[in-house]
């Protein structure tokens, strides 16, 4: 089966750098990717890695190992409007030409920050 | 950007009518737009996934003849649950891909939701 597996909740203060862990187990992978969802929002898109490695946008970063079918995405400087569920999210099918893909995801970890 | 946009945000039915939810592209086209419903505090399922012109490709578990979707244009597809139950009750969320950044690292561009409470 197909199964990405994600702390349930992480708690940490103003300021302070928090890394979300996300090991998977998919049928096909083209790439990992994380969604950030606020209570009630749309899944923002937030990161993607396709081959290992770390790739950084602001205060956000993301690393994929593909041998050990595990990725984070790292929060740093925390701020309050950061709390939110974070997925983390494989692309399992991919036909490029069409713009067919299906994105598999994860349990979801829900960041809580206090001041 | 691109927005992907839905309606209605919210609605409220007694149980066995219909409901149908839109799912519009705004400033770009999408051959292909994809369903998904999300229970409380729960992760994203993948319902089906719509492609313009022709007929849905539903997952597993998934009934075709609940959950219909017509997908009539390049910018819409709408999703239609027939005689809704309370167990229907959910997040509904459509997104899509702009088929012109394709291959990118550019991802699917997520609806704001649907919110349904069948009654």
């Known amino acids: 089966g197909q199964s990405l597996e994600q702390p349930s909740e992480v708690t940490a203060v103003e300021g302070a750098i928090v890394q979300i862990n996300c090991t998977y187990q998919?049928?096909?992978?083209?790439?990992l990717s994380w969604y950030q969802q606020h209570d009630g929002g749309a899944p923002t898109f937030l990161s993607y890695n396709a081959l290992d490695g770390l790739e950084e946008t602001g205060r956000f970063s993301s690393f994929l190992s593909r041998s050990d079918s595990y990725g984070y995405l790292l929060l740093q400087e925390l701020q309050m409007k950061d709390s939110a569920s974070y997925f983390c999210a494989v692309r399992d099918r991919e036909f490029v030409n069409t713009g067919f893909q299906k994105l598999v995801f994860g349990t979801g970890t829900r960041l809580l920050v206090s001041p | 950007g691109a927005v992907v946009s839905q309606h209605p945000s919210w609605v409220i039915c007694k149980s066995g009518t219909s409901v149908k939810i839109e799912c519009r592209s705004l400033d770009f086209q999408a051959t292909t737009m994809f369903w998904y419903r999300q229970f409380p505090k729960q992760s994203l399922m993948l319902m089906a996934t719509?492609?313009?012109?022709?007929?849905?490709?539903?997952e597993q578990g998934v009934e075709k003849d609940k959950f219909l979707i017509n997908h009539a244009s390049l910018t819409l597809s709408t999703l239609t649950v027939t005689s809704a139950h309370p167990e229907d009750s959910s997040f509904y969320i459509c997104?899509?891909?702009?088929?012109?950044?394709?291959?990118?690292?550019?991802?699917?561009?997520f609806g704001p939701g649907t919110r349904l409470t069948v009654l």
């Open positions: 998919t049928s096909g992978f083209y790439g």
């Open positions: 719509s492609n313009e012109g022709s007929k849905a490709t539903y």
């Open positions: 997104s899509a891909r702009d088929l012109l950044v394709a291959g990118t690292y550019n991802e699917q561009f």
